[in-house]
């Protein structure tokens, strides 16, 4: 299996305030540091056909580009209120496995386990993104795509609008403009 490694980069772009649902998971997440973390959220789902992964990979990171909320990492300020610090740019996290020389028993399993030690690795909420992916090749026409998140960015209201734009993103590869513009994340806040 390979693994590229995660890196925040580039400059502050934005310093939010946190949401008070946000807020809830920062004092969860300060309460419970060790064992699962239970608000970290992880979809799968195969897809059959061909797959071009450097295409869905810039897809995906068309997706963090699109999206200030998942480019944020919360910290927390000298007075001791919490931020989301948005960074203008983060590298996206993104693992391959070909298992698809496994015999299928095996490959079953190991696709389960790999998502479930991918689902049990912690987020650290001040190192973004809280997202990660992993494209696990089950045969020569089957890959089964794997998003892990941190709750605290995305929910499960949002995950079906995600995924809609992550498939378009992938039609368009990569390529952000063929899709609405983005109401930016602040505006929710102030609504809030």
């Not at 980069?9 to 064992?35: A, C, M, N, W, Y």
């Not at 809609?164 to 806040?189: F, I, K, N, Q, T």
């Amino acid at each position: 299996m390979s693994q590229q490694p995660t890196r925040a980069r580039g400059k502050i772009e934005d310093i939010l305030p946190l949401s008070p649902l946000q807020e809830g998971f920062v004092f969860l997440g300060l309460l419970h540091t060790e064992g699962p973390d239970l608000y970290i959220g992880q979809v799968a789902f195969d897809l059959e056909g061909p797959f071009d992964g450097a295409r869905m990979r810039a897809a995906a990171g068309a997706l963090l580009r699109r999206h200030a909320n998942l480019r944020a990492g919360f910290r927390q300020r000298k007075n001791g209120a919490w931020a989301q610090l948005v960074l203008h740019e983060v590298d996206l996290p993104w693992q391959d496995a070909d298992l698809s020389t496994l015999p299928e028993e095996e490959r079953r399993a190991e696709a389960d386990r790999l998502a479930a030690a991918d689902r049990a690795r912690r987020f650290d909420l001040g190192r973004p993104p809280l997202l990660r992916f992993t494209a696990i090749r089950l045969s020569a026409d089957r890959v089964r795509l794997v998003m892990t998140n941190h709750h605290i960015v995305l929910d499960g209201w949002s995950m079906p609008v995600l995924l809609r734009e992550l498939m378009a993103l992938y039609a368009a590869e990569g390529d952000a403009s063929a899709l609405p513009r983005v109401r930016p994340y602040r505006d929710y806040l102030a609504w809030l």
